[in-house]
């Protein structure tokens, strides 16, 4: 593997990283949104505070890792994608503002109407920002971002059906990922009825991701033709494997045996991302920029390329010993004093 | 874009890069400082068992989870904004400029993780092991804005790569790229300041606390830890500025010219206080200390020190007169509450040295009420004039700022949609804090139930009876 390929999968690695923790931060938020009014949401909505809130920022650099990467190695496919997709990008840069603040102002606020108020803003655009991602995912999969650091089409671009495919996608996986997370979160917290409350949802949020992914090969099919060939292809046992994983994690959630059914959940979606980008290969932006031709010089691959192997030897075994000790419930709450101090 | 909304792009695309710089700046500091002083104070309350340090600590790293997460997102803007307004910027130089952010992105990521470990970890985790888990926040919080500044620097100073006949960037050198000349001194200067700036902030909010009468032990101790910070950041400071405006002086004169408002290359160059620079190259109005430019320029030469002026360059080199005086006003306003500061510093450190006590006066608390304020507007005029003085280049000397611009003409839109969400954001970013600190002013002391590395209770579940919200 050429330096320009490992660097794609560095890029990749850090794509699939962010759709496996942020996107789960995210789905977490639609739970949020839909949990109903304040009294009957109350407890979902704890759960889904107790669950992200030591977490979500460390999940949410991968985002800015990706962001890096693209702009460090493949600088000219950043241009063209950042020119081309302005709207959705700044419609995601500010919905991760209004999310991010406001999910901390919400926890540092008591009264039931301005917890209300960040919770709308938080849940709702945690919706929003999956939703801009995974349209930006289509619009690049679709070929409809141009190289050379050109703007294409800045509506057609994103209001598309693989845009749409990909929003909505986004937004279903990121669901029923964070409902499974939920699910174990709630167990950890001895909340039999949460985790009940949470499996239920896994199972829908599951179901409708499968349906919208076995209709997004359609969708794909007439519209993003390259990705298609790609995915039936050499993608091919990626789509098998994430076909079966999917099925056998709503096995056992319908079960109600949850051994495995996380894992096997996140097997499904780190398959489907991965997927697109072994189907997009060797594209940086479909048919229009390779991979070979986008790539920086070499000083600046190996820059990335060891500032990678920095992060898997200090980055990785943090987030680990992060996830342990908040797995292990080392990490309860902020501070030492309980939220009802103030009432 | 519709054709009736096409407005040149470049003024908005420069005004919001300006707006939310000049606005995640200001939680900058607080970000790469605040955790040393929590940390000052929860080594206090271990070492010694001082309880008021203790519930200093755990109630700043409960601020800090605020204002990180607000300086988190509204970063996270700026990476956006990179590709959003200046692509043509990043599509040319991403390859080179990139660099420092890829390793800024480790420091970020150590530190994201470790606030959330420290922050979350009051509770549960042993003493000491919880204290270490807050150094790597420190550490990063050095290191992240090093790589930032590094990045900025080498707009500055651009070095490290080669460009090819078509002027593509084809080859890099990725340590010079972050070790470029400027690196060293811009580093230097904002990672001192985000101490002073941090460090006089936070202390402000106990110097009012005092002002209005509550001069209990915990509050005489929430500002002398960070006011002492600052305090020992500030004459560093200054001697790291004045390195940095020779180093200016040595190797950006054109950035010193607007700096000193000095229109035509001469010796014995006044240092004018305040005063503007005219279209016609005088100088009107302002405060001349004959001599004193050149004489800070180079004291070995004293006055007869050349300064390079305005007219050594070509025109369409040059700042315009507006942005000169932007920068040369920008300059007096740093160094003169730089000054301030400096003073106020000194006062404090005097009476501590001679009677291990605050200035008796209230007019100290006074100005160091202002000083977390004041800070913030030194802090922001040497951004502007590190920023402005580099105009009209984005890369000096390889590329103006129109040409790395946005095509987009819809960027006025986005101007004014971030400008009113930040207000909402700032706004409501300082009314929770301050009624966070109202409400545990009013809760008082913290309970039995609530000592923190208390023994492993059972699991507590969230919407237990003792977490519901009651509105």
């Known amino acids: 593997m050429n330096q320009s390929d490992a660097v794609a999968v560095v890029l990749f690695f850090g794509v699939t990283a962010y759709a496996l923790f942020g996107g789960a931060d995210f789905g977490a938020g639609f739970w949020d949104l839909i949990a109903g009014g304040a009294e009957r949401g109350e407890r979902p909505r704890a759960m889904v505070d107790h669950s992200i809130g030591p977490v979500w920022e460390a999940n949410h650099v991968w985002l800015i890792f990706c962001l890096v990467v693209l702009w460090t190695a493949f600088a000219e496919a950043f241009a063209s994608i950042t020119l081309t997709l302005f709207v959705p990008l700044t419609l995601a840069a500010l919905g991760i503002v209004a999310r991010g603040s406001s999910f901390a102002f919400r926890k540092a606020v008591f009264r039931t109407r301005d917890r209300r108020n960040f919770g709308a803003a938080f849940a709702f655009s945690s919706v929003l920002v999956p939703y801009c991602m995974g349209a930006v995912a289509g619009a690049i999969a679709s070929g409809r971002v141009p190289a050379g650091g050109k703007a294409g089409d800045p509506w057609e671009s994103w209001i598309n059906p693989t845009s749409i495919l990909g929003g909505v996608l986004a937004v279903t996986v990121c669901a029923y990922l964070s409902a499974v997370y939920l699910v174990w979160d709630s167990r950890r917290l001895d909340d039999a009825e949460m985790a009940e409350y949470f499996r239920r949802r896994a199972v829908v949020a599951g179901a409708v991701a499968g349906i919208v992914a076995f209709v997004g090969i359609f969708v794909l099919r007439s519209d993003a033709r390259y990705i298609f060939d790609g995915l039936t292809s050499r993608a091919l046992p990626l789509v098998i494997v994430s076909a079966l994983c999917g099925m056998g994690s709503l096995f056992l959630l319908v079960r109600g045996a949850s051994r495995g059914a996380r894992l096997l959940s996140i097997g499904a979606v780190a398959t489907v991302v991965i997927g697109w980008g072994v189907a997009q290969w060797p594209y940086v932006l479909p048919e229009s920029l390779k991979v070979s031709q986008a790539a920086a010089p070499s000083g600046t691959l190996t820059a990335v390329l060891v500032v990678f192997v920095l992060a898997a030897v200090i980055i990785l075994p943090s987030l680990g010993l992060l996830y342990v000790l908040d797995q292990k419930s080392l990490l309860p709450g902020e501070g030492v004093e309980s939220t009802s101090t103030g009432n | ?471």
């Open chain 2, 1 to 471: 874009m519709m054709s009736v909304l096409a407005i040149d792009p470049v003024p908005w695309a420069r005004s919001q890069m300006a707006f939310t710089l000049g606005f995640h700046i200001i939680l900058v500091p607080l970000g790469v400082s605040w955790a040393a002083m929590v940390l000052i104070a929860n080594y206090r309350a271990i070492k010694k068992d001082d309880n008021d340090a203790l519930v200093l600590a755990q109630r700043w790293s409960k601020f800090m989870a605020v204002t990180f997460a607000v300086g988190a997102v509204t970063g996270t803007v700026l990476t956006f904004e990179f590709g959003l307004l200046w692509p043509r910027f990043m599509g040319k130089w991403g390859e080179a400029f990139g660099v420092p952010f890829a390793v800024e992105g480790l420091f970020f990521f150590t530190e994201a993780i470790f606030v959330a470990i420290y922050i979350y970890g009051w509770k549960r985790l042993k003493p000491w092991p919880h204290f270490w888990t807050g150094v790597p926040i420190v550490i990063a919080g050095i290191g992240g804005s090093i790589s930032v500044v590094a990045a900025n620097a080498w707009m500055n100073e651009p070095s490290g790569f080669t460009l090819n006949s078509a002027g593509k960037v084809v080859e890099v050198n990725a340590l010079d790229v972050i070790f470029n000349k400027a690196m060293p001194y811009e580093a230097a200067h904002m990672v001192v300041a985000a101490y002073l700036v941090g460090g006089f902030l936070i202390a402000s909010v106990y110097a009012m606390g005092m002002l209005r009468g509550r001069n209990d032990r915990y509050h005489r101790l929430g500002f002398i830890i960070p006011f002492t910070v600052a305090a020992l950041a500030t004459p560093v400071q200054m001697a790291v500025g004045d390195t940095l405006a020779r180093w200016v002086y040595q190797n950006e004169p054109i950035k010193f010219a607007a700096i000193e408002m000095v229109p035509k290359t001469k010796s014995d160059v006044p240092e004018t206080l305040l005063g503007h620079l005219n279209s016609d190259g005088t100088v009107s109005g302002g405060i001349p200390i004959p001599g004193m430019a050149s004489i800070l320029s180079d004291p070995k030469t004293g006055t007869s020190t050349v300064v390079e002026g305005r007219n050594a360059f070509p025109t369409s080199d040059q700042p315009t007169i507006a942005q000169v005086n932007t920068v040369h006003l920008a300059w007096d306003v740093m160094i003169g509450l730089g000054t301030l500061l400096f003073l106020l510093s000194v006062w404090f450190g005097l009476s501590w040295l001679f009677r291990r006590d605050l200035p008796k006066t209230r007019w100290f608390l006074r100005i160091a009420a202002a000083a977390g304020i004041l800070s913030v507007v030194t802090m922001e005029a040497g951004w502007v004039v590190t920023e402005v003085g580099r105009q009209p280049w984005i890369v000096f000397e390889q590329m103006r700022v129109e040409d790395g611009a946005t095509t987009n003409t819809g960027v006025w839109i986005t101007f004014l949609v971030i400008v009113a969400v930040y207000v909402v954001v700032g706004v409501t970013t300082i009314l929770v804090l301050r009624g966070m600190g109202r409400r545990w002013r009013e809760a008082g002391e913290l309970d039995e139930t609530e000592v923190p590395y208390g023994p492993r209770g059972s699991v507590e579940r969230p919407g237990a009876p003792d977490e519901v919200p009651v509105g």
